[in-house]
Structure formats: C-alpha cells, structure tokens
C-alpha cells in the first residue's frame, strides 16, 4: 500500500474509527480506567502493547495457515485463545524480567484480557484483508486513540461536576450522556479519507 | 468649585460588569448579522429566531421549576443560545427543528451539568451539530435574495459556495459577493461583513478576546495556502475559504464562549490553532463540506488539557522548567525499573526418585489447570468442524447461487463466470464471463469507490465493446434512506450501456441522484475505474498483471 493509504488507515484508526468512541469497543476495560486519568494512561500503554502483538499474530497465522489451508472458520476460536494467552504470556515474562513494571501496571494488563479492543482490532484487521504494515499501524494508531479517549474521559470527570443532574440520572446514565456529547463529536470525522 | 465632578473611575469605557450585559452585549453584535438575514431570506428568519428563542426561555424555566431550581432567566444566556442556533439554521428549516435543537442544547448539554458555567460543550453548537446528524433536515440551503413565505417552504436550493470549495472549485460569486452576504449558507453566516462588525464589537467592549479568533482564522489561512488546488490563484482560494461556511461566525460567537474554551492566554492560542487545522483538515478531507462546528466540538472536549499546558509559569522558573522537571521525574521512574535475567535451567532428575518421574510431578500441577481448557479446546474444535462438514455443501451451494444473481445483474449476458488470474492495482478481483456456449462476453470487475461514510464495493461488467452491462453495489457504509437512493436497481440501470470515462454532466454522463451526490459521484468513480481497467487489459503496460499459479 502507497504511503497515502498508510497514512488514510492511520488517521481512520486514530479519529473517523476511534475504537472507544466510534467503534463503541470500549467494553471490557477496568472501571477505574474510566475514573482515572494515570490509570487510564496505564491501561491505555498495555492495551496498545497487546493490540499490536495481537494484530500480529493474527496476521501472521491468517497468513501462514487460514488463508493456505482454507480454514477460516477456525480463526474467530483461534483469536479467542490469542488475546488472553497472549496477556498471560506477556504478565508472566513481565513478572519474571520486570517485577518493578509488573508491580505497577500487572492489574492492568490483567484486564486487557478481556478487552474487546484488542479482540476487536485483531479481528478487523483479518477481516479487512489489510497488509502487514497497514495492520501494524491501524492497531498501534488505534490503541493510541482509545488511550487518548479513555484519558479524556478520565480528565473530563475531574474537571465536571455530575451531581447536578436530575437524581434518576446521576451515577452512570449521565456519564453515558457525556460519553455520547464526545462521540458527538467525532460524527463529522466518518467517512475522511486522505486522497 | 462647583463644577460637578465624574464619578465615573477609568477605564473611562464601560465594561460589562454582569452576565446579563455581557449576554446582552453579544445579542447586540449578532444583530446586524439577524438583520441581513431578514434582508436576504424574508421575515420567515424573525419568527424561526423567535421560535428558537422561545423554545430555549421555555425549556430553561419548565426544567429550573421542575427540578426546584433558582430562577436563571434572567442572565440571558438562553436568549443568546436561542439566537445563536436560529442564526445556525438555513433558511428553509421548519419550525420544530429549532425546538428540537433548543431542547437538546438547554436541557441535556446546559442543564445537566449544572447550568450556566459548568458544561464543557457549547450548548447552541452542540444543538446545531445534533441537527446535522440528521441529514435530511439541514441540507436544503436556498438562494439569498429568494424571500421565503411564512408558511410553505417551497425554495429553490441552490449549491453553496463551500459545495463548490469542497470539489476543489472556486464559487461563481466574486469575493465581495461572499463578503457582503450574497451566498447560501446559514442564516448568520452569509454576511461576512456583519459577523466582523458584530466581532469587532464584542472585541472593543471586552466580552471577547481577540487571541481565539485571529489564531483560528490565521491557521485557517496557512492551511488553505498551503492546500491549494492547481488551477486556481492562492489569494483567491484562501480569501474565499475565509468567507464561506461559518468559519467567521463560529471563530468569533462559537469558539470564544468563556465557558468550553480554556482561561490561560497561551491555552486559547492553542484552542485557536487546533480548531483552525481540525476545520481544515475536514474541509479537505472529509465527506462533510463544513468543518467548523465539529473541529469546536472536537476541540472542546479537550480544553482541560490546553488549559493545563497554558498555565503561566512562576516567576523566577526557566521557560521549559516545568517540562524539564516532568521528564526527569519520568526518567527517575522508569530508572527504576530493570532487566532482571530469568533463571532458565531445568532439573530434570532430581535423586532419590525413579528417572523420568520428578519431571512428572512437575508437570503434574500445571496439567490438571490445562486439562479442563484442553477438553473445552476440543470439544469446542470438534463442534466447530462437524457444523462445517455439515453446512459446507449448504454454504457452498448459497455461495455458488449469490454469484450467480450478482452476475445476473452484473451481465446478463453471461452463463457463468471464473475468476481470471489478472491482477490490477484498484480492483479487488477480475472475473472472466462466458456465455451459454462457452464464448468470452465480457470481464466482471469488482472496484471500491469512497462514498459519503466509508468505501462502496461494487461489480461493474464490461463486455468487450468496452461498455458497461451491469452494476451491483455488495457492500457500503451509507446511510439508508439517504446515500441508499443512489443504489437503488433503477438508479444504477442509468451506467448500462456507457463507456470511456463517465462524467457528472455533459455528454456521456450520468446526474448524480439529488440528495445522496457523495454515494453517486463514487459509483461514478468506480464504474469509471473499471472501464479504464478493461480498456488496458489488452495491452502491454498497462496496470493489469497477470499473475501465474494460484488464483
């Protein structure tokens, strides 16, 4: 793919698909993710990490043995097993090599096992036939975009009062509501494409 | 000695000391833009401001008496509200859209976030961007001059001058037809000149800064200068994208609401600056020609940040000191974290048991946790490719009957149709059509266009005139209702029997469908790539590959 069409997959994945936002695959992220800008930042690191090695493989065996042997119906099993193996893999090594990165961010790499962003950028990069470069950089630029969106939404609850609304929406529906006044937001990046 | 002395302490010029005048203030500058709007469109645009005003006094008291609040109509802030989203509607709006919008922006952005002062998104922006959302209320954009009766909505809807921007196009009107206000547009942002007057008053009686509109509009300009299209004169190009679409009214009324643009001088030179590159970057690049309100939008979700970045720094403190202590706490922290070799021999024989069976009790553990996922694994793979061996003849069986209804509409002409190993960059697949009798009739191509909201996938079957037999759309983001309509079997009959390049008007053309020009100007595309692809499939050099063994 033409750098132009790099980029076009780059920009889609950060603003016009932003995972969280756009492509409402936000589910499956820690609570406190939503109420802390530092955790949400945490997490936000270790979800990159995970969705591009995700991507990865899941390229990779796409490539190597769904599409050779034409067993693509295995792929969506194989993908389930992938992402938590993967996190598992990963929280193993760190807590071997690393211990004082696992002690700071091993609660959070636990929950990305169960991240539908990661599942989810694994999956649509299989299903949209991208190349390996293209694939690398939508899930990188992805998780970049879910980081930055979890993060503001963190920042923007300690900065807004939420008690000031009618008793029967306080608590979670007026976040929902703030949630979708950001997504509104994002509605006139659908469809920008560069060239 | 008796000369009556001023009371009045310098600055000798009032500044509003109340919201109430500061709200006033601003209505006062928007008047001169509400009056040209009456000039050109009729006195239909008093009673949609009327109606839009009313809405929005309406919904703040009925929510502040329901929940038991304060009183606030008094600090106008409704009013303004009200008048702003009426000078963001066209011409032609019906009259519940404005209550729609008014609704939407005082009681769900304002009021439950506490009212005036705590929300973070500009309420009459927010109203007007929902309004958008639906693309059929807000597209009809009249003539000015054309003065629209009371009742029936009955204008001719003219192209804007940013329709044409949008196609890389300079308007037909001259620049000062654009300054003046002779353009379609929204009500209050056709007149350039009433909107800076209006600016500049609000400038003078220090309601607003001048630091948010000139650094949007100045990264406004460098961008479309740096943009701009072959054929057209730089000036030109970046005074006409200055003076169409909203970019004045909402660089000088949206974004410089004190409540969702940030407090520091040096934040709302940032908040200038990305609104200014987000507006242009949609302009350019997105299916929407306008980008204003979402680049605000868009940049109001992230005032906190530039707020924090902007903040002046002590006296005494270098310029980037408060970076620097950033970074080196940063480095300190990540300092402490270390490599530590992991610890990789494995004992195999341990003494005093039998060879091979410490090695057992080691696995044992790790065993019995794997064993239950092992025998979900294979259930699971065994269900999995018993239900394939069942269904794959069914699904085959679909497949094979799918492909042959696309290529009945794609080529009627043709029997049956196998891929062909040709490979050309901009098409997903060439496949080959045969008739009855086994003769070559044509080459079925399948190409991606960009619409409105994503790509459009479609099959084009070209024979070997070199003229289209058929069009079939298989996939699309478009919405339905709208972009669907340039879809539609009769609508894509009209490409059946052109050939060479298809243009949207003129000889050898196909009208886009009114309503949905993004979706049809991509099937246009699409249809156009195909022919271009069969045309070269015959010649050496062309961008058609043939690629040997598997296909």
Redesign the interface.
């Given at each position: 793919m033409g750098i132009l069409d790099l980029a076009g997959v780059a920009l889609a994945a950060l603003l016009?698909e932003n995972f969280v936002l756009v492509n409402c695959m936000g589910i499956g992220t820690r609570v406190r993710s939503f109420r802390d800008p530092m955790d949400a930042l945490r997490t936000g690191y270790c979800l990159t990490v995970v969705m591009v090695l995700g991507a990865l493989f899941s390229w990779l065996a796409d490539y190597l043995v769904f599409t050779r042997f034409g067993l693509q119906?295995?792929r969506l099993?194989f993908l389930a097993?992938l992402i938590p193996g993967l996190v598992a893999g990963l929280r193993k090594f760190i807590r071997?090599?690393?211990?004082?990165?696992s002690r700071r961010m091993d609660e959070n790499l636990a929950s990305i096992s169960t991240n539908c962003a990661a599942l989810g950028s694994a999956l649509l990069v299989v299903q949209r036939g991208y190349s390996l470069p293209a694939a690398l950089l939508f899930s990188f630029l992805g998780g970049v975009g879910a980081t930055v969106a979890t993060a503001?939404f963190a920042?923007?609850r300690?900065?807004?009062?939420?008690d000031?609304?009618?008793r029967c929406?306080r608590g979670l529906p007026?976040l929902f509501?703030t949630g979708g006044?950001?997504a509104?937001?994002?509605?006139?990046?659908?469809?920008?494409?560069?060239g | 000695m008796n000369s009556t002395r001023s009371l009045r302490l310098p600055p000798q010029m009032g500044q509003p000391t109340t919201t109430a005048a500061m709200m006033a203030d601003v209505m006062v500058a928007l008047l001169p833009s509400l009056a040209m709007a009456v000039f050109f469109f009729g006195f239909r645009v008093l009673i949609l401001t009327a109606v839009s005003i009313g809405s929005c006094l309406l919904f703040e008291y009925l929510y502040r008496r329901l929940?038991g609040q304060p009183d606030t109509l008094r600090d106008l802030s409704a009013c303004v509200t009200g008048l702003l989203l009426a000078l963001s509607l066209p011409a032609t709006a019906a009259y519940l859209i404005p209550v729609l919008g008014a609704a939407f922006a005082i009681v769900?952005?304002k009021?439950?976030?506490?009212?005036l002062g705590?929300n973070?998104?500009n309420p009459a922006l927010?109203g007007r961007?929902?309004l958008a959302?639906f693309p059929v209320l807000m597209t009809n954009w009249s003539k000015p001059l054309d003065r629209l009766s009371l009742w029936e909505v009955d204008a001719v809807s003219a192209a804007t001058p940013l329709s044409y921007l949008h196609t890389g196009s300079l308007p037909p009107q001259g620049l000062d037809q654009l300054f003046l206000g002779l353009q379609g547009g929204c009500l209050g942002e056709v007149s350039s000149l009433m909107l800076l007057l209006g600016g500049l008053y609000l400038v003078m009686r220090r309601v607003i800064s001048i630091r948010i509109p000139a650094s949007y509009l100045g990264t406004a300009a460098l961008l479309a200068l740096a943009f701009v299209p072959e054929g057209v004169s730089a000036g030109s190009w970046v005074a006409a994208q200055l003076l169409s679409g909203s970019l004045i009214f909402g660089a000088f009324f949206f974004a410089t609401d004190p409540t969702t643009s940030p407090v520091t001088p040096r934040g709302q030179i940032m908040f200038g600056v990305g609104c200014g590159a987000l507006t242009m970057?949609?302009r350019f690049?997105?299916?929407?020609p306008e980008?204003v309100?979402?680049?605000i939008?868009?940049m109001?979700?992230?005032v906190?940040?530039l707020d924090r970045a902007g903040l002046p720094r002590r006296f005494g403190a270098g310029r980037f000191s408060v970076l620097r202590e950033y970074l080196s706490r940063a480095r300190l922290s990540l300092a402490?974290?270390?490599?530590?070799?992991?610890d990789l021999h494995f004992s195999l024989i341990k003494e005093g048991k039998m060879p091979g069976e410490a090695h057992l009790d080691q696995i044992r553990t790790q065993a019995k946790a794997l064993l239950h996922l092992g025998a979900v694994?294979l259930a699971?793979?065994l269900v999995?490719f018993g239900v394939?061996r069942f269904t794959d003849l069914d699904t085959a069986r679909a497949e094979a009957k799918q492909q042959q209804q696309l290529l009945a509409q794609v080529m009627p002409q043709a029997a049956f149709s196998s891929e062909t190993p040709y490979r050309a960059s901009g098409a997903l697949s060439i496949q080959a059509g045969y008739s009855a009798d086994n003769e070559l009739v044509g080459y079925c191509i399948e190409v991606q266009a960009?619409?409105?909201?994503?790509a459009v996938t479609m099959e084009v079957g070209v024979d070997l005139d070199g003229k289209v037999t058929g069009v079939a759309v298989t996939d699309h983001?478009e919405t339905s209702g709208v972009g669907t309509e340039a879809m539609t079997p009769a609508a894509l009959h009209r490409y059946v029997g052109k050939s060479g390049t298809i243009r949207s008007s003129g000889s050898n053309s196909v009208d886009a469908v009114s309503g949905a020009t993004a979706t049809s100007q991509a099937i246009t595309a699409g249809v156009n790539r195909a022919l271009a692809i069969v045309a070269t499939l015959d010649q050496e050099g062309g961008d058609v590959d043939y690629v040997d063994g598997e296909v």
């Open positions: 016009s119906y295995y099993l097993l071997v090599c690393l211990p004082e990165l503001s920042s923007l300690e900065e807004v009062s939420f000031s609304c009618p929406f007026i509501i006044l950001m509104l937001g994002l509605v006139g990046f659908y469809g920008l494409h560069l | 929940t769900v952005v009021q439950f976030y506490g009212g705590k973070f998104m927010a961007m929902l959302t970057l949609l690049f997105s299916s929407y980008g309100g979402w680049a939008l868009t109001n979700c992230c906190w940040l402490e974290i270390h490599f530590i070799k992991p694994l699971t793979v999995i394939h960009q619409g409105f909201s994503g983001k």
